[in-house]
């Protein structure tokens, strides 16, 4: 698609261009396939705290953590006790992980000289998946912790010898606008276009383009999109800032849900992360692009119908209908997490949802016997969870 000039003025499309300047160093070392050292950015949230525990899992790797805290003792605390509220955390974990105090909006992720340079030189692949969740906050409050640290991550990937970036990136990046209704979107389809109101997910786009033009300069890479996150199958643990779940709650709170036919993809974030370092670590992975999508096939009505069976009482209505009732509903709730769908939902219903093709991720999990389960086990999890802890 043509993008035209107005639209090259905005600031994304023009963070989204890699300067020219960011190369490898002269000499770098080559590649080391089986990592020795591994750094992964944003383990105090629930994705990256499972790419952190199956980075442990699946290779022998020490694995560094850039985290915010007054030292290394409070860096390694934080990261225990998030993964302690996310319930899977093992005391193993201590030996294996190095954490690292820095700060994502500075040169250098805010890491000392010293620290960069061991960084440099120990590092043999980064798993970039930190970056501030936030729905309502513009694309230019985000691109400090969002996109920066993007182009720092690079940088560290050229310099001394060369490392594979695995970057965590989202489905949105196809900028859904274009697309019509259930049209089929390759993989490898080019990132020409983006107009999504939401400044995260611009910021998503952004990295994702950065990543792959990193990728033509010599550095190994691999992106994974991602599609709504569910919680974990084993501890039911669902993140209460997620975009679906809040979705979920509010059709709960109201009894209400509207009427959508349209594509809805989710998968467990235990699955997404065992997936994602599985497929990372194997060599065929370097310069592929992944949609993440479960093969089953599932509609956002499949989703409220699956609750209704497991006693909730969810009357699906008409789009609009429902809409009204929803903005209705928000002018007596007291319920602050629910305001992100009010800037979602205040000119209409944005469910128009294309098909992704997956087919580079399939194959590459062939044989591994990583498999996504069906959303009626996720709700069964899902139900006891939310029951258990109250939160509707």
Known sequence: MEINRKELKEPWYQD????????????????????????????????GSHLLSETIKQSDAKIFTLVRAENKEEGLKRIQQKLEEFLIWDNGYKNRIIPLTGDFQKDRLG?????????????????????????????????????????????????KKIKKINYISNVNVFNIADFKSKEIISEDHPLENMTSPLGYIKTKW??????????????????????YIGGDMHTGFINQKDFVWLIIK???????????????????????????????????SDGKLFSMMSPENLTWNDIFNTFNSLNYNIEIIDGERWRQAFLKFMESNSDRSLLPLQIVFRWGLPFKTPFFDNTHFTESLNGSGIECPLFSDMARIYDKYIRENELI
């Not at 890491?111 to 513009?138: K, M, R, T």
Request: proline share 8%; hydrophobic share 40%.
């Open 111 to 159: 890491l000392s000289e010293d620290e960069w340079e061991l960084l440099a030189e120990q590092v043999d692949c980064i798993y970039h998946n930190g970056a501030l969740i936030n729905f309502l906050l513009p694309y230019q409050q985000l691109t400090p912790s969002n996109v920066k640290p993007t182009i720092e991550l690079i940088k560290l990937a050229m310099t």
């Open 16 to 47: 989204a261009i890699l300067d020219e300047k960011i190369s490898p160093d002269d000499g770098i070392g080559t590649y080391q396939k089986q990592p020795e050292y591994i750094l992964v950015t944003g383990t105090t949230g629930l994705v």
């Open 250 to 284: 509010v059709c709960m709170k109201m009894n209400l849900a509207p009427d959508i036919t349209e594509p809805f993809f989710i998968a467990p974030v235990d699955y997404i992360s065992k997936a994602v370092v599985y497929i990372s670590l194997k060599p065929e």
């Open 206 to 227: 952004v990295s994702d383009k950065l990543v792959q033009q990193a990728g033509k300069r010599g550095v190994p890479m691999s992106i994974y999109r991602l599609p």
